[in-house]
């Protein structure tokens, strides 16, 4: 049933019952497509009766006490780590009961370990207000389920908790959570600073000015946005922020962001440009790849791109920046470039050859890692440092081309392991050629 006026987007406004509830308990979540004027709608979740499993009529198919002592759902004993802790909830999986049912409504336990739901068929998970945290990879490849509900008793997350939950659609939250906040669809910390979670279903996502940080994972393989744009509000992005969201084209960062974390943007297999408001003071863009204020610093080049020239202002290509650009054939390194930091080509899947200028003097670890068809490089005797495992499982480059004496190559401060798991057999110099065992 719908309200006839609703305004903003609420919060659940009922605790989660873990003994028997009336039929008018309700859990009423508004949501509202972020571009449209109409006015929001307010859907109304069944009510649920008590702890057990229920079908998708919410009929009772077995108790919370039948669970427990008759399809040995294990409450006592935390497996992944192999150590007794008391109260700790373990679903095993393949029990015919679970995969039967579509919603679980937990009963009085603590924690929820590590890993289990693990593959879960449930569509509806309620947890009551007596479990206070929620272990790594807890709902892991639950792929039908589509709403989550947490009691108020939750103050402990993972961040990972609801990796490959393709139909995830909602994450509520009860108000009376002190930890944790909702606005029908997406986790925050309490007061909407942080945004904890996306649903890995959303289609479209308009992030509140009340956001200052995104957090670690907040959108991973959130697959069906094509688009986010970053409002003023939010100051920092942390790691792996956007992680496999694979329909991504294009991202714009507003003002106020004055930290992106490494990796923020990895595997965002269609990203082809990262924007930043021009008043931004720390990073700038030109239209297509994200760089410090003054384009000295080449942070990160979308994962989509073929070929890239690297302007002449940049000095130092940093961390991951070219990191899993896998259609990445062709890239023009200027003299302007010193530094070539850690991982910076790593993974360009593509990439058959590459020269790095007279300029460079440093090469950092794992720098062309897993470039597996790359088949040549000219490395010049300007280098004095290169780190290790800088060709790790590059396969095809057997070879290396040095722009100096095997003096010069000889004399080069070279990480024990830099060649380590590396196909490289010889360096080729001016004056001879250095076989490698």
Do not use: M
């Amino acid at each position: 049933k719908e309200p006839a006026n609703t305004t903003d987007q609420v919060d659940v406004t009922t605790s989660i019952p873990t003994t028997e509830a009336s039929e008018s308990t309700k859990i009423p979540v508004t949501t509202k497509d972020p571009e449209s004027t109409q006015t929001p709608v307010t859907t109304v979740a069944p009510a649920i009766k008590a702890p057990g499993l229920y079908d998708d009529k919410d009929n009772l198919i077995a108790s919370w006490d039948e669970l427990v002592n008759h399809y040995y759902v294990r409450v006592d004993v935390d497996y992944s780590h192999d150590v007794y802790q008391e109260n700790i909830l373990t679903v095993l999986t393949n029990i015919s009961a679970l995969q039967n049912g579509t919603k679980l409504v937990i009963g009085d336990v603590e924690r929820i370990g590590d890993r289990a739901f693990y593959g879960c068929k449930l569509t509806s998970i309620i947890i009551p207000d007596s479990v206070t945290s929620i272990g790594n990879y807890a709902f892991n490849e639950c792929k039908k389920l589509s709403s989550i509900t947490l009691g108020k008793g939750v103050t402990s997350i993972a961040s990972n908790e609801f990796e490959d939950c393709i139909s995830l659609e909602r994450i509520l939250v009860n108000p009376n959570n002190p930890n944790f906040s909702s606005d029908g669809t997406a986790l925050y910390n309490k007061d909407k600073t942080t945004l904890r979670k996306v649903p890995q279903n959303a289609t479209s996502f308009v992030i509140p000015n009340s956001v200052t940080s995104i957090d670690y994972y907040a959108f991973e393989s959130c697959t069906n946005l094509t688009s986010i744009t970053i409002p003023n509000s939010v100051t920092s992005i942390n790691a792996y922020a956007f992680d496999d969201c694979k329909n991504l084209t294009s991202i714009t960062i507003g003002k106020s962001v004055t930290s992106i974390d490494f990796n923020a943007f990895s595997c965002c297999t269609d990203l082809k440009s990262i924007l930043v408001h021009q008043n931004n003071p720390n990073y700038s863009s030109d239209g297509t790849a994200l760089y410090n204020k003054d384009k000295t610093t080449l942070i990160q080049v979308p994962e989509s791109v073929t070929s890239f020239v690297i302007p002449n202002s940049v000095t130092t290509i940093g961390y991951n920046a070219f990191a899993s650009c896998t259609n990445l054939t062709s890239v023009t390194i200027p003299d302007s470039v010193t530094s070539i930091s850690a991982h910076a080509f790593e993974n360009c899947q593509k990439l058959t050859n590459i020269t790095i200028p007279y300029s460079v003097t440093l090469i950092g670890e794992q720098a062309f890692s897993d470039c597996e068809s790359l088949i040549s490089i000219t490395i010049p005797n300007s280098v004095t440092s290169i780190g290790r495992w800088v060709f790790h499982n590059s396969r095809n480059l057997t070879s290396i081309t040095f722009n100096g004496t095997l003096t010069q190559w000889k004399a080069i401060r070279k990480d024990h392991y830099w060649n380590k798991d590396g196909p490289v057999t010889e360096i080729v110099c001016t004056d001879g050629t250095e076989t490698i065992k």
